[in-house]
């Protein structure tokens, strides 16, 4: 059974970082394409990014280009969201999925999640 938690949320004033972090437990953490997703209140969740296998990155909305990055940790079955410039439109659930393939999928296709950390930009 492959299990996701989230940490590293909390609440900053705009222009701060953050880094969340995704530990990914059972299964083989190195043959999974992870992603990271958000949804802000009375919105639809959208993913953010998601970081293959081989290191191939996809991003899914432009909104965090040029600010947000994603890398992975295999001896730690680690995946993280460095979250640079925030903004209060940044304000967001965030999550991490798999769907225990090696490559990134479309925002729809993830089956497996974590529970979410909270993430609040102030301006």
């Known amino acids: 059974q492959v299990q996701l938690v989230e940490s590293g949320g909390g609440l900053v004033q705009a222009g701060h970082s953050l880094r969340l972090s995704c530990v990914v437990s059972g299964g083989t953490f190195s043959d999974y394409a992870i992603a990271w997703f958000r949804q802000a209140p009375g919105k639809e969740r959208e993913g953010v990014l998601c970081i293959s296998s081989t290191d191939g990155i996809t991003r899914y909305t432009d909104s965090v280009k040029g600010r947000f990055t994603i890398s992975r940790d295999n001896p730690k079955n680690t995946v993280y969201l460095q979250m640079n410039s925030l903004k209060p439109e940044d304000t967001a659930v965030y999550y991490c999925?798999?769907?225990?393939?090696?490559?990134?999928?479309?925002?729809?296709?993830?089956?497996?999640w974590g529970q979410g950390t909270q993430v609040t930009v102030s301006s």
């Open positions: 999925a798999t769907s225990l393939t090696l490559r990134c999928l479309t925002a729809f296709e993830y089956s497996y």
